[in-house]
Protein backbone atom coordinates (compact mmCIF):
# COMPACT_ATOMS: atom_id res chain seq x y z
CA UNK A 1 0.00 0.00 0.00
CA UNK A 2 1.67 3.21 -0.88
CA UNK A 3 1.55 6.26 1.27
CA UNK A 4 0.77 10.04 0.87
CA UNK A 5 1.67 12.70 3.16
CA UNK A 6 -1.20 15.45 3.37
CA UNK A 7 -0.49 18.46 4.90
CA UNK A 8 -3.38 20.68 6.13
CA UNK A 9 -5.79 18.23 6.29
CA UNK A 10 -8.46 19.42 8.41
CA UNK A 11 -8.90 22.35 6.29
CA UNK A 12 -11.73 22.64 3.54
CA UNK A 13 -9.58 20.92 0.53
CA UNK A 14 -7.63 18.95 2.75
CA UNK A 15 -10.11 16.73 4.29
CA UNK A 16 -11.69 15.98 0.70
CA UNK A 17 -8.29 14.99 -0.41
CA UNK A 18 -7.34 12.35 2.51
CA UNK A 19 -10.93 10.88 2.17
CA UNK A 20 -10.41 10.83 -1.74
CA UNK A 21 -6.71 8.96 -1.60
CA UNK A 22 -8.40 6.77 1.23
CA UNK A 23 -10.63 5.96 -0.90
CA UNK A 24 -8.43 4.91 -3.76
CA UNK A 25 -6.34 2.40 -1.62
CA UNK A 26 -3.77 4.74 -0.21
CA UNK A 27 -2.47 4.79 3.61
CA UNK A 28 -2.85 9.13 4.02
CA UNK A 29 -0.13 10.13 6.54
CA UNK A 30 -2.61 13.80 7.77
CA UNK A 31 -0.93 16.92 9.67
CA UNK A 32 -2.99 18.81 11.57
CA UNK A 33 -2.59 22.25 13.63
CA UNK A 34 -4.14 21.31 16.71
CA UNK A 35 -5.30 17.91 19.00
CA UNK A 36 -8.57 18.26 18.84
CA UNK A 37 -8.64 18.03 14.86
CA UNK A 38 -6.80 14.39 15.26
CA UNK A 39 -10.40 12.66 15.40
CA UNK A 40 -11.30 13.94 11.99
CA UNK A 41 -10.33 10.94 10.40
CA UNK A 42 -11.21 7.98 13.11
CA UNK A 43 -13.29 6.37 10.93
CA UNK A 44 -10.81 5.64 8.30
CA UNK A 45 -8.44 2.66 8.96
CA UNK A 46 -5.69 3.95 6.92
CA UNK A 47 -5.21 7.68 7.85
CA UNK A 48 -3.12 8.25 10.64
CA UNK A 49 -2.99 11.95 12.05
CA UNK A 50 -0.40 14.08 13.84
CA UNK A 51 -0.05 17.66 15.09
CA UNK A 52 2.85 19.49 13.59
CA UNK A 53 3.80 22.87 13.48
CA UNK A 54 5.11 23.30 9.48
CA UNK A 55 6.26 26.44 10.64
CA UNK A 56 9.07 25.32 13.05
CA UNK A 57 11.61 23.52 10.66
CA UNK A 58 12.78 21.24 13.98
CA UNK A 59 9.31 20.20 14.56
CA UNK A 60 8.90 19.12 10.67
CA UNK A 61 12.40 17.40 10.65
CA UNK A 62 12.01 15.31 14.03
CA UNK A 63 8.46 14.56 12.16
CA UNK A 64 9.88 13.42 9.09
CA UNK A 65 12.44 11.52 10.63
CA UNK A 66 10.30 8.98 12.87
CA UNK A 67 8.45 8.42 9.54
CA UNK A 68 11.44 7.25 8.32
CA UNK A 69 11.02 3.62 8.88
CA UNK A 70 8.61 3.11 5.92
CA UNK A 71 8.30 4.55 2.30
CA UNK A 72 6.38 7.80 1.58
CA UNK A 73 5.87 7.44 -2.11
CA UNK A 74 4.18 11.20 -2.49
CA UNK A 75 3.14 14.57 -0.73
CA UNK A 76 0.34 16.96 -0.87
CA UNK A 77 1.24 20.20 0.60
CA UNK A 78 -2.09 21.66 1.02
CA UNK A 79 -1.51 24.29 3.80
CA UNK A 80 -2.09 27.98 2.43
CA UNK A 81 -4.12 31.10 3.68
CA UNK A 82 -5.12 34.28 1.66
CA UNK A 83 -5.59 38.12 2.06
CA UNK A 84 -6.24 40.83 0.21
CA UNK A 85 -4.55 44.01 -0.30
CA UNK A 86 -2.81 46.01 -3.12
CA UNK A 87 0.10 47.96 -2.80
CA UNK A 88 -0.71 50.76 -0.73
CA UNK A 89 -2.65 48.35 1.49
CA UNK A 90 0.07 46.61 2.16
CA UNK A 91 2.98 46.27 4.97
CA UNK A 92 5.65 44.22 5.56
CA UNK A 93 3.59 42.22 8.48
CA UNK A 94 1.05 41.26 5.58
CA UNK A 95 3.98 39.81 3.18
CA UNK A 96 5.59 37.87 6.25
CA UNK A 97 2.55 36.22 7.21
CA UNK A 98 1.66 35.05 3.16
CA UNK A 99 5.77 34.18 2.97
CA UNK A 100 5.27 31.83 6.23
CA UNK A 101 1.56 30.43 5.70
CA UNK A 102 2.09 29.18 1.66
CA UNK A 103 5.54 29.28 1.42
CA UNK A 104 7.50 28.15 4.45
CA UNK A 105 4.92 25.29 5.44
CA UNK A 106 6.10 24.00 2.00
CA UNK A 107 9.39 24.21 2.38
CA UNK A 108 10.42 23.16 5.49
CA UNK A 109 8.90 19.67 4.40
CA UNK A 110 10.49 19.72 1.11
CA UNK A 111 13.90 19.95 2.10
CA UNK A 112 13.75 16.67 4.50
CA UNK A 113 11.42 15.05 1.95
CA UNK A 114 14.12 15.25 -0.74
CA UNK A 115 16.51 13.17 1.32
CA UNK A 116 13.60 10.81 2.01
CA UNK A 117 12.92 10.97 -1.61
CA UNK A 118 16.38 10.13 -2.94
CA UNK A 119 17.49 8.05 -0.09
CA UNK A 120 13.93 5.84 -1.62
CA UNK A 121 14.56 6.27 -4.82
CA UNK A 122 12.17 8.60 -6.25
CA UNK A 123 8.34 10.86 -4.74
CA UNK A 124 6.43 13.46 -5.63
CA UNK A 125 5.26 16.27 -4.64
CA UNK A 126 2.03 18.08 -5.42
CA UNK A 127 1.63 21.64 -4.50
CA UNK A 128 -0.84 24.45 -4.79
CA UNK A 129 -0.41 27.33 -6.72
CA UNK A 130 -2.82 30.30 -7.40
CA UNK A 131 -4.16 32.33 -10.34
CA UNK A 132 -2.99 35.48 -8.86
CA UNK A 133 0.54 34.58 -8.87
CA UNK A 134 0.63 33.99 -12.69
CA UNK A 135 -1.74 36.41 -13.80
CA UNK A 136 -0.77 39.80 -12.99
CA UNK A 137 -4.05 41.20 -13.67
CA UNK A 138 -5.96 38.72 -11.08
CA UNK A 139 -2.81 39.52 -8.45
CA UNK A 140 -2.68 43.31 -8.58
CA UNK A 141 -5.43 43.54 -5.49
CA UNK A 142 -3.78 40.60 -3.81
CA UNK A 143 0.08 41.48 -3.56
CA UNK A 144 1.67 39.77 -0.21
CA UNK A 145 -0.65 36.52 -1.64
CA UNK A 146 0.58 36.45 -4.92
CA UNK A 147 4.00 37.02 -3.99
CA UNK A 148 4.01 34.18 -1.58
CA UNK A 149 2.09 32.21 -4.17
CA UNK A 150 4.44 33.50 -6.99
CA UNK A 151 7.34 31.29 -4.53
CA UNK A 152 5.28 27.90 -5.06
CA UNK A 153 5.64 28.06 -8.67
CA UNK A 154 9.96 28.47 -8.37
CA UNK A 155 10.04 25.97 -5.55
CA UNK A 156 8.77 23.06 -8.13
CA UNK A 157 10.97 24.16 -10.60
CA UNK A 158 14.04 24.19 -8.43
CA UNK A 159 12.39 20.50 -7.15
CA UNK A 160 11.78 19.42 -10.78
CA UNK A 161 15.69 20.38 -11.34
CA UNK A 162 17.06 18.62 -8.63
CA UNK A 163 14.96 15.47 -8.62
CA UNK A 164 15.79 15.08 -12.68
CA UNK A 165 17.45 12.39 -12.26
CA UNK A 166 16.90 10.96 -9.48
CA UNK A 167 12.85 10.21 -9.96
CA UNK A 168 11.86 13.38 -7.87
CA UNK A 169 9.09 15.39 -9.26
CA UNK A 170 6.56 18.41 -8.47
CA UNK A 171 3.46 19.14 -9.72
CA UNK A 172 1.61 22.35 -9.33
CA UNK A 173 -1.97 22.39 -8.94
CA UNK A 174 -3.68 26.36 -9.78
CA UNK A 175 -7.23 26.18 -8.77
CA UNK A 176 -9.51 29.41 -8.93
CA UNK A 177 -11.70 29.71 -6.06
CA UNK A 178 -12.24 26.93 -4.61
CA UNK A 179 -15.76 25.75 -3.23
CA UNK A 180 -15.54 25.64 0.79
CA UNK A 181 -17.34 26.39 3.68
CA UNK A 182 -14.91 29.27 4.71
CA UNK A 183 -15.28 31.11 1.10
CA UNK A 184 -18.66 30.87 1.02
CA UNK A 185 -19.22 32.99 3.87
CA UNK A 186 -16.30 34.94 2.66
CA UNK A 187 -17.89 36.14 -0.36
CA UNK A 188 -21.64 35.65 0.28
CA UNK A 189 -22.72 37.68 -3.19
CA UNK A 190 -20.66 35.57 -5.25
CA UNK A 191 -21.74 32.94 -7.19
CA UNK A 192 -20.18 29.32 -6.16
CA UNK A 193 -21.50 27.81 -9.83
CA UNK A 194 -18.33 29.31 -11.24
CA UNK A 195 -15.82 28.09 -8.60
CA UNK A 196 -13.75 24.85 -8.22
CA UNK A 197 -14.80 21.79 -6.04
CA UNK A 198 -12.84 20.33 -3.38
CA UNK A 199 -13.95 16.84 -5.14
CA UNK A 200 -12.32 17.91 -8.66
CA UNK A 201 -9.10 19.19 -7.23
CA UNK A 202 -8.73 15.75 -5.39
CA UNK A 203 -9.87 13.73 -8.15
CA UNK A 204 -6.82 15.97 -9.92
CA UNK A 205 -4.44 14.93 -7.27
CA UNK A 206 -5.04 10.78 -7.64
CA UNK A 207 -4.36 11.41 -11.37
CA UNK A 208 -1.38 12.85 -10.53
CA UNK A 209 -0.06 9.76 -8.54
CA UNK A 210 -1.56 7.13 -10.72
CA UNK A 211 0.88 5.56 -12.87
CA UNK A 212 0.03 7.97 -16.29
CA UNK A 213 -0.36 10.56 -14.05
CA UNK A 214 3.60 10.16 -13.15
CA UNK A 215 4.36 10.44 -16.48
CA UNK A 216 3.23 13.91 -16.81
CA UNK A 217 6.88 16.61 -17.25
CA UNK A 218 7.08 19.15 -14.77
CA UNK A 219 3.16 19.88 -14.87
CA UNK A 220 1.57 22.94 -13.83
CA UNK A 221 -2.29 21.91 -13.80
CA UNK A 222 -4.65 25.60 -14.39
CA UNK A 223 -8.15 24.32 -12.94
CA UNK A 224 -10.00 27.69 -13.33
CA UNK A 225 -13.35 26.65 -14.14
CA UNK A 226 -14.56 29.94 -14.58
CA UNK A 227 -12.38 32.47 -13.68
Do not use: C
Not at 82 to 94: E, I, P, R, S
Amino acid sequence: MKSVLVTGASGGLGTRVVQELHHDGYRVIATVGSEKNRTLFDQLPNVQSHVVDLLDSADVTNFISRLNQESIHAAALLVGGFTMGGFQDTNVADLDSMYRINFLTAFNLVKPLLSLFEAQGGGQFIFIGARPALVAEAGKNMIAYSLSKALIFELANLVNAYGKEKGISATVIVPGTIDTPTNRQAMPDADPSKWITPETISETITFVLSDTGRQLDEPVLKMYNQP
